[in-house]
């Protein structure tokens, strides 16, 4: 049975806000030295949203879909920036992230404003949460450092790297056609591998960045051993 894109959009909803309760109450059990599940769990709050918006086109006004769903979608990205850099305990790039934010929605706001179509909203959102993607993968790289088998941050680095590359080629292959641009909820193959790779890679990030916490634990663990023989 062939899924249209809509069903996909449910399915990776529901999947969202599965795991976003699980980080949750990750970031209530863990200790506090162990940071950024809160703000983890925040961004997954703001993907659902905006997925359930996005989800409605043609049912709610384009004002709350577009506009709102594309912007809110962004922020969940921005959030997971925020998230990983507190995690390493490094500086959250927020001028990066705020102007990324800004970008889409004050873009998706003059796009809608003046009935231009997808091809102008689809370059709006596409660049820059290729960057957020893109920034995401390069603060968890930067802060595995010299860590060694971390699953949690390799997770996070594969699936952002296959949803950045997805992305990317969704935006190469509608330039290469000359505006061949489809609705998000059109049948294209394109749209549903889209909504696809980003659902789960959002979903298995999310699962990763829950087994950073618990390798950080271990890892502490071990190093305050190695103190303690020492």
């Known amino acids: 049975m062939e899924l249209d894109p809509l069903t996909i959009i449910a399915a990776s909803t529901v999947a969202a806000l599965t795991i976003m309760i699980a980080v949750f109450v990750h970031a209530w059990k863990f200790p506090k030295s162990i940071k950024g599940h809160f703000t983890w769990g925040l961004a997954l709050f703001f993907g659902v949203c905006g997925a359930g918006l ?8 384009d004002l709350y879909s577009i506009v709102l769903g594309n912007t809110m979608y962004t922020v969940m990205l921005a959030l997971i920036v925020s998230a990983i850099s507190q995690f390493y ?11 990324c934010v800004g970008i889409v929605g004050l873009g998706m ?14 370059q709006i959102a ?29 997770a996070i680095v594969l699936s952002f790297m ?14 290469g056609w000359g505006g ?33 916490g618990y390798q950080k634990i ?12 020492s």
């Not at 305990?89 to 102007?99: C, E, F, S």
């Not at 596409?126 to 971390?150: D, E, F, R, V, Y």
């Open 89 to 99: 305990g490094d500086a959250t790039p927020v001028k990066l992230i705020g102007i």
């Open 109 to 122: 706001s003059y796009a809608y404003a003046t009935n231009h179509g997808i091809a102008m909203r689809t």
């Open 180 to 212: 061949g641009y489809d609705e998000i909820l059109s049948e294209s193959p394109i749209q549903k591998i889209y909504i696809a790779s980003h659902g789960a890679a959002i979903f298995v990030a999310s699962i990763g960045f829950i087994l950073m």
């Open 162 to 175: 296959i949803a950045a590359m997805v992305g990317l080629s969704k935006v190469i292959t509608y330039i």
């Open 218 to 229: 271990s890892r502490t663990r071990i190093e305050a051993d190695q103190s303690s023989v």
């Open 126 to 154: 596409a660049w820059p949460n290729l960057i957020l993607l893109c920034t995401a993968i390069w603060a968890t790289l930067k802060g595995m450092g010299a860590w060694s088998g971390q699953a949690g941050a390799a």
């Open 54 to 61: 996005v989800g409605g086109r043609g049912v709610i006004p």
